[in-house]
């Protein structure tokens, strides 16, 4: 998988002087299906989340509240990503290895996903992961 297929995504913004509103709408806002929605908070300073890929999984990443760092691998070069707006989120596609890092306090990570929680589809082995990646390379 390329980095080049990472993209930020502008969600569309309802401004209202209520308030306003964003939405997300499965393979329209986003390219894929939501099978799974979770959520990351209360974050102590300094700590490090991630740190594997998926082999199937595809995630959409959104600062809710705060702000954090995606840091996203492809095996061969790395890309950091600061997050801190509810109105657009990181299409991260499967096989990219990422790290999240550098949460303010109070940050809240929502993460939709593709698939159900399956550990099998985790890599946690960073060699392992550049030897998929490269092989899934030579056959693009
Ligand atoms: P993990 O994916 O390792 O978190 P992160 O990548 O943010 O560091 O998940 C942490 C724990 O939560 C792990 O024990 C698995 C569990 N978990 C679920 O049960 N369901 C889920 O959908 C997710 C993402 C994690």
Redesign the pocket.
Known sequence: MKLKDVKIIDLPKNLDRRGNLSVIEELKNIPFKIK?A?W?YDVPGGEV????AYKRNQEFIVALSGSFDVILDNGKEQQTFSLNRSYYGLYVPEGIWRQ?QNFSTNSLAL?L?SI??D?AD?VYDYELFKQMANEKNEHL
């Open positions: 799974r979770y990351i989340r991630g740190g594997h999240m993460i996903a159900r929680f550990v985790y």
